[in-house]
């Protein structure tokens, strides 16, 4: 009841957006904990180089795939390689993908989106039908194409799925301007003079900030599972590195004989998804202007 009663006085002394959204997301245990479980697997994966017990290439053939044991936790590969490490460093290059993506994809998407939503009229419309034609165009073309010219390459591969990935966000974004751009204060500061840049970078974009962070975590498990998809496929991460993805595609191919080759990397997967899924809808309703003040 003490507890309640703080809170309630903290919320009528007033607090700022964030400051509220955080107070609701305190309240959401799912979110908050997948809030943590995805920090704690960041900072992992920051220090795999020294917590990793084995090279990620350290190969043993006279030991082959062994299931887990006290010596290696998850099992061996057909390669005698550690699984824990190379799940680890897979781990790394998954998680980057999916951050470095997606922040190309908000670049690009925040960006086309602002600049179409508040000019509208004519300049909207050849945007917005852009996007459209590039959503015809199936990604999986797109980003064979790309690797066919430009050959592969991890930073081609971040290049890719965020130019993919964008064409949501254009959207959403455009979407929040027009409604922006028809506010008093956006009226206020163009009969100020003030230029155009200041006028998107310091009142227009700030205030979108809330649906680009929701749907920049939800973009994330869509690049990883995108990224998954296309190493399974072969056109992903390239041996000798590894991600997640990499892995399943190795343990789907011999998972009837060493079934922890698939179970593990599919569990670091979908576990990771889950969290940043149930996180992004707990972020939504925090955010969320609708949502009163408990």
């Given at each position: 009841?003490?507890?309640?009663?703080?809170?309630?006085?903290?919320?009528?002394?007033?607090?700022?957006?964030?400051?509220?959204?955080?107070?609701?997301?305190?309240?959401?245990?799912?979110?908050?904990?997948?809030?943590?479980?995805?920090?704690?697997?960041?900072?992992?994966?920051?220090?795999?180089?020294?917590?990793?017990?084995?090279?990620?290439?350290?190969?043993?053939?006279?030991?082959?795939?062994?299931?887990?044991?006290?010596?290696?936790?998850?099992?061996?590969?057909?390669?005698?390689?550690?699984?824990?490490?190379?799940?680890?460093?897979?781990?790394?290059?998954?998680?980057?993908?999916?951050?470095?993506?997606?922040?190309?994809?908000?670049?690009?998407?925040?960006?086309?989106?602002?600049?179409?939503?508040?000019?509208?009229?004519?300049?909207?419309?050849?945007?917005?039908?852009?996007?459209?034609?590039?959503?015809?165009?199936?990604?999986?073309?797109?980003?064979?194409?790309?690797?066919?010219?430009?050959?592969?390459?991890?930073?081609?591969?971040?290049?890719?799925?965020?130019?993919?990935?964008?064409?949501?966000?254009?959207?959403?974004?455009?979407?929040?301007?027009?409604?922006?751009?028809?506010?008093?204060?956006?009226?206020?500061?163009?009969?100020?003079?003030?230029?155009?840049?200041?006028?998107?970078?310091?009142?227009?974009?700030?205030?979108?900030?809330?649906?680009?962070?929701?749907?920049?975590?939800?973009?994330?498990?869509?690049?990883?599972?995108?990224?998954?998809?296309?190493?399974?496929?072969?056109l992903g991460i390239q041996p000798p590195q590894s991600s997640w993805g990499l892995l399943i595609s190795y343990g789907a191919e011999s998972m009837e004989?060493?079934?922890?080759?698939?179970?593990?990397?599919?569990?670091?997967?979908?576990?990771?998804?889950?969290?940043?899924?149930?996180?992004?809808?707990?972020?939504?309703?925090?955010?969320?202007?609708?949502?009163?003040?408990?």
């Amino acid at each position: 009841m003490e507890a309640n009663k703080h809170d309630m006085s903290e919320q009528e002394q007033g607090s700022s957006l964030w400051a509220d959204a955080w107070l609701r997301l305190k309240h959401n245990r799912l979110a908050l904990g997948s809030l943590i479980f995805l920090l704690a697997l960041v900072v992992l994966c920051i220090l795999t180089p020294w917590l990793a017990p084995y090279g990620y290439e350290q190969q043993n053939l006279e030991l082959g795939a062994t299931p887990p044991s006290m010596a290696h936790w998850l099992g061996t590969d057909v390669f005698g390689r550690d699984l824990l490490t190379r799940l680890l460093y897979g781990g790394r290059v998954s998680l980057m993908v999916g951050f470095i993506a997606t922040a190309v994809a908000l670049l690009i998407g925040v960006l086309w989106g602002t600049v179409a939503g508040y000019l509208g009229g004519r300049v909207d419309m050849l945007m917005m039908r852009l996007v459209d034609i590039l959503y015809a165009i199936p990604f999986i073309i797109f980003i064979i194409l790309l690797m066919v010219v430009f050959g592969r390459s991890m930073l081609l591969l971040f290049m890719a799925i965020g130019a993919v990935e964008w064409l949501t966000m254009a959207r959403i974004v455009r979407g929040q301007v027009q409604g922006i751009r028809q506010q008093e204060y956006i009226e206020a500061a163009i009969a100020m003079g003030l230029p155009l840049s200041r006028i998107l970078w310091r009142h227009v974009v700030p205030n979108t900030l809330g649906p680009v962070i929701v749907y920049a975590t939800l973009t994330i498990p869509q690049v990883m599972l995108l990224e998954a998809f296309l190493s399974f496929l072969g056109l992903g991460i390239q041996p000798p590195q590894s991600s997640w993805g990499l892995l399943i595609s190795y343990g789907a191919e011999s998972m009837e004989e060493y079934p922890w080759l698939l179970v593990f990397p599919g569990l670091a997967l979908a576990s990771t998804l889950f969290a940043l899924n149930f996180l992004g809808d707990g972020l939504r309703d925090a955010l969320d202007p609708r949502v009163a003040k408990d």
